[in-house]
Every structure is written in C-alpha cells, then in structure tokens.
C-alpha cells in the first residue's frame, strides 16, 4: 500500500484500502470516482491504483488477503487470469470466465463481475438501446467482451456475432458462452474487412471491447469506419477520450454514439457496494469522473 495518510473521525478507526489492478493503468479513473464516494459516505477507506504486470499478478492477490484490503477491481489485461487465484468465482463471472470486482471475506477471495450489469444498465438507460431482438456486432474477445456477449445473449439479443484479430479466442469465447445462447445466434469471426462487411449492414448494435482508441494506446481501431450506418448504436467501451476516434465518425456517419464511461461508473458502483454494503451515490461518481475526463480533454487541446 502507499501509506497515504487521511484524517481521520475516530482515534481508534484503522485505514482500509481498495484498488484497481491492471497492466498499465495509465490513466485510470477508477481511484478518482471511487475517492470520491468513498469520503462522500464519510468511510475511512483509500482506493488507489495498483500497475500489475502480469508476473506480478499472483503476488499482487496474495496481498488482496490482508486484513486491512476490503477488495479490488481488476481489468485490463487479468480479468481471466485471476479466476485461478481466488477462492470462489460467483455463478455469472464463472458463467462469463471473467472477473473484474474482487471481494476480501476474512481472507478468503471472492470473485464478481458488474460489469453485465454496468453495460446492460448504461446501453438502456443512457443509450436509449432495448438489446431484445437486435442484431448485435463485438469487437474483441478479453473479459469486456466477455461479458458483453452473456449480458446481451441474456437480455435474447437476436444475434451476437464477435469478431477478433485472434478468431481462436474468438473462437473459445463463443464456445464458453453457447451453452447459454437459448435462441440467439452466436458466432465468432476473425479480423478481416470482409468478416464486418458480412455482418454490418443488419447489424444495430456496434460494441467495441478492445482497447484501440484509448489515451496512450496507438494501435487503431480494428473496425473499418466505412462500414459504419445511419440508424446503428456505436457503443465504445473506451472512456478516455470521452469521444473516440471510432465515435467521431460513427456520428459523421449519423449513427447514434455512446462512451465508455455510464458504464465504467455504473460497474464502479455495484462494486463499492459489494465492498461497504452502501448504496453508491451515482451522481458523485459521475461528476467526479466527467471532472476529470473534461479536464483532460482540455489540457490536451492547449
């Protein structure tokens, strides 16, 4: 832990901490929103950033059984990776393969995954997006794209194609997640322009789960933006920028575009309440990450 010191309310209260575990949380917003509902709710608690290269993975969980660590979110790139270093993995994470919220009971390790729930509750209340009977098109294949497929094929999307630059992972996702399909439509195809051509044109539903396009990262977006539609949702899971390279021109283009972060803050919330048993207050969260993603924004342009 870092040691950081906090005035506190009682003499006799002892610090806890939480944080976010990832490979290389350059500019994460986690600690900014979590701080802040944390001293909102008055809760002795320090939520910090935790850069995790993957051979310090399994170090770095062992630390989560302290005494004085209520838990920690995981993302990029050990989702996966820290199911086989937890205690327990909940049925939707096991469901998913993938765990972003992780919860200290008495040393032993509980795995979660809100991050359904953050998607599904930001594509209906903020995109406007019923995903029943829709045609629905993902990028990438890691622990976002993971859960966005069992959120969608629980909510009975018509059909969930997933698309990867690696089709053998791909590959691997739909066969994990076939078993729960019931009626819709799951498939997997590799990278290749003629993989989206196949299926963007019905498609209502674009959700980019990889993280091209994101500050600090050069690679770009693996969807060609020539295939993007008037009528479509583009729904970009990356939050920093606020609006995305594959956005912009998704809005040129006269799609409908959404941003990664109603997601990244809704997730964030039904984590801390996993961790403190309080209802999250949503509207710091969300004021402190749109904060600190406009003061970005403005930074960059001078």
Not at 165 to 181: F, G, I, K, S
């Amino acid at each position: 832990m870092s040691g950081r010191h906090r005035e506190h309310r009682s003499g006799c209260e002892v610090l806890k901490y939480l944080g976010v575990i990832g490979h290389p949380l350059k500019r994460s917003l986690s600690p900014v929103f979590q701080q802040a509902a944390l001293d909102h709710m008055r809760l002795d608690i320090v939520y910090e950033a935790w850069p995790t290269p993957p051979d310090g993975l399994q170090t770095r969980i062992t630390t989560l059984r302290s005494p004085t660590v209520l838990g920690a979110n995981v993302t990029i790139p050990h989702k996966e990776a820290v199911i086989a270093m937890v205690d327990h993995v909940d049925d939707l994470a096991a469901r998913i393969g993938a765990v972003n919220t992780i919860v200290n009971q008495g040393g032993r390790l509980a795995g979660h995954n809100t991050d359904v729930s953050g998607l599904m509750r930001s594509l209906t209340k903020d995109g406007g997006f019923e995903p029943k009977g829709k045609r629905v098109v993902v990028a990438g294949a890691g622990g976002a794209a993971r859960a966005a497929a069992a959120g969608l094929l629980e909510a009975r999307a018509a059909s969930v194609t997933v698309i990867n630059r690696t089709l053998a992972r791909a590959n691997r996702l739909v066969e994990d997640l076939r078993p729960y399909a019931d009626r819709s439509e799951l498939r997997a195809l590799p990278g290749m322009y003629a993989s989206w051509a196949a299926v963007m044109s019905a498609c209502d539903l674009l959700l980019n789960c990889t993280s091209a396009g994101s500050a600090g990262f050069d690679s770009e977006s693996p969807i060609p933006f020539d295939l993007i539609r008037s009528g479509m949702l583009v729904c970009d899971l990356i939050y920093d920028p606020a609006e995305t390279a594959l956005m912009a021109e998704a809005r040129n283009r006269g799609a409908r575009t959404l941003g990664g972060l109603p997601m990244l803050v809704y997730q964030g919330a039904a984590s801390f309440e996993l961790w403190t048993g309080e209802k999250a207050p949503l509207d710091v969260m969300f004021e402190a990450a749109r904060s600190l993603v406009e003061a970005g924004a403005a930074k960059g342009k001078k």
